[in-house]
Nanobody
């Protein structure tokens, strides 16, 4: 029902910034909570950030709080992740996800209904 396509990943030096985008299909985009989940090589998927369907509430993993900002533009069916002050430990494939409710923490790895293909972020030291 919902197709998600991430973009904006790439190679950046530590301390730099990137903005990830997730374009969603479907007229019901505004009804979904959206999240970003990442997976580093050899690691399990890790919750990064989430935003409610209205955009009024956002949630962040402690590891990215203060550096990353999630936002959404329902008119454009797009969710964003602004990443500032990037660290090498942020290196991962970042996945956009959608679901009926916000899911954070460990449950985010499996708690969303729809997933994008992922976009790779590499932060060099």
């Amino acid at each position: 029902q919902v197709q998600l396509v991430e973009s904006g990943g790439g190679l950046v030096q530590a301390g730099g910034s990137l903005r990830l985008s997730c374009a969603a299909s479907g007229r019901t985009f505004s009804s979904y909570a959206m999240g970003w989940v990442r997976q580093a090589p050899g690691k399990e998927r890790e919750f990064v950030a989430a935003i409610s369907w209205s955009g009024g509430r956002s949630y962040y993993a402690d590891s990215v709080k203060g550096r990353f900002t999630i936002s959404r533009d329902n008119a454009k069916n797009t969710v964003y992740l602004r990443m500032n002050s990037l660290k090498p430990e942020d290196t991962a494939v970042y996945y956009c996800a959608a679901g009926p409710v916000v899911t954070t923490g460990g449950g985010a790895a499996t708690g969303y209904n729809y997933w994008g293909q992922g976009t790779r972020v590499t932060v060099s030291s």
